[in-house]
């Protein structure tokens, strides 16, 4: 998609509202735009759970906890069809940010997915371009594409994966600006998105990975396989592949006992639940990169040196998985078996 810009973008009455509430918002100090390369941050408020990498839709929450914005949110996905964009879309974070003189913004990306977008509302009452306070964009390093200076109710989308910064305000302006940003993605088929709720449900969200939550990170992984066409139980056994904890990750989002198991087979498949049960037991990444020979297939190294032979489908689910699983963390330099295997998936 191509960046636009919408002027008066809610009725007068919508965009009052919105603007008073986002006046009144706590706002804290310390919220970075890039974590690596801004060293001070800047004013926000958050009215929901937000997480960097979020991808748990938000939707519902935004509606029960602050109606006037979720307004904006359903305005935004209208306008988003009408541009072509697309009909159904989750929101992955909703805040505001305000700069103050003296605040500066870091060029950033949203988020590396191509297909994510991110929508800046521009919330006050007037605005001058001797103010500053552009958002710029950029896909080149020596200069700028595009710079679009707030005005009272417009509305700037851009895909989330371009390279963009908000520019401080001038000595000049007496004001702060304001921006109400929502960050959405696709929604997925009914299934990835009941993956999505039944992680959630289990404390997905609270659980931290990497730089974000285990929940993104499994739906990651399913997002991965799927986008590779691989069948659908590999794709949900990715999506569960840690649930049971792994050698690498402790935590058990689900205990692997007989009922946790029978559940867990019943709302995704049995062979789904065997690939994420085999996957928490088996020493990886080192027995999926080099599985020892075996008289019908291949054997594997399990925790506490048990071993396991398996047949070629099986052994290639469990790589398929591993491949999106450290992909996801960008770890697969070490593995050349596993990362051609991925090259090719």
Request: net charge neutral.
């Amino acid at each position: 998609m191509q960046p636009f810009v919408i002027d008066n973008f809610l009725s007068p009455e919508a965009y009052d509202e919105v603007r008073r509430l986002a006046a009144a918002a706590p706002v804290v100090y310390g919220a970075k735009s890039n974590s690596v390369t801004d060293p001070h941050g800047h004013w926000s408020w958050k009215p929901l759970h937000d997480n960097r990498k979020n991808l748990f839709d938000l939707s519902a929450a935004l509606q029960t906890q602050c109606a006037p914005l979720y307004l904006v949110y359903q305005r935004l996905t209208t306008q988003l069809q009408n541009e072509g964009l697309g009909a159904r879309w989750a929101l992955i974070r909703a805040y505001v940010n305000v700069h103050t003189y003296g605040i500066d913004g870091y060029f950033h990306q949203d988020s590396e997915d191509v297909s994510h977008v991110t929508a800046i509302l521009y919330l006050c009452d007037a605005w001058h371009r001797d103010w500053a306070g552009e958002t710029v964009i950029s896909s080149w390093e020596e200069g700028i594409d595009r710079a679009v200076l707030p005005r009272p109710n417009r509305l700037f989308v851009i895909p989330s994966a371009l390279m963009h910064a908000a520019r401080a305000v001038s000595r000049k302006c007496n004001v702060a600006r304001s921006t109400l940003v929502l960050k959405l993605r696709p929604l997925q088929d009914a299934a990835l998105e009941n993956l999505s709720i039944w992680l959630e449900a289990r404390g997905a969200l609270a659980l931290k990975h990497g730089e974000g939550t285990l929940h993104s990170h499994l739906l990651r992984v399913a997002l991965a396989l799927a986008a590779r066409k691989a069948p659908p139980h590999v794709v949900f056994g990715g999506g569960l592949h840690s649930i049971y904890g792994t050698n690498a990750f402790k935590h058990q989002l689900v205990k692997p006992d007989p009922s946790n198991r029978a559940m867990v087979s019943n709302t995704f498949g049995e062979r789904a639940e065997a690939l994420a049960y085999l996957f928490s037991v088996i020493d990886r990444p080192a027995t999926l990169e080099k599985p020892a020979p075996a008289v019908n297939g291949h054997l594997l190294k399990l925790n506490y040196d048990h071993r396991m032979e398996v047949g070629q489908e099986l052994l290639h689910d469990l790589q398929l998985i591993e491949c999106a699983n450290l992909a996801d963390q960008k770890a697969l330099g070490p593995w050349p078996q596993l990362r051609k295997l991925w090259e090719i998936a």
